[in-house]
């Protein structure tokens, strides 16, 4: 059975909700990048119930300063693929440093 866009969502979703030690959590964050390469990989298109989840999982799951890089990245990929609008951008904008919005 193929997974589709709804079982992509519920298992990014799932993940971004994992709660534990930092070890947990970082393997949390990379099941949800990993499920994300595997949806594009099978030709579909994160929507918007996806990208929330993902930054859902960097909040909770990154440390700004840390790991700015991969948010950087990841930021990157989601203004390319045209999903940055108000409604995510007002659900990110409370974790990152006001210099990465401006």
Do not use: M
């Not at 990379?30 to 918007?48: I, K, M, P, Y």
């Not at 990841?74 to 693929?81: A, P, S």
């Amino acid at each position: 059975v193929q997974p589709n866009i709804i079982t992509y969502n519920t298992f990014i979703g799932a993940c971004a909700r994992t709660e534990g030690d930092e070890e947990t959590r970082r393997r949390a964050f990379s099941l949800v990048l990993a499920a994300f390469a595997e949806l594009q990989a099978n030709g579909l298109r994160a929507d918007g119930y996806t990208w929330p989840a993902i930054w859902q999982a960097c909040q909770c799951h990154l440390d700004v300063d840390a790991d700015l890089p991969k948010i950087n990245s990841l930021f990157d990929v989601t203004v390319k693929n045209g999903a940055f609008n108000e409604l995510l951008f007002n659900s990110i904008r409370g974790f990152l440093p006001p210099s990465f919005l401006q």
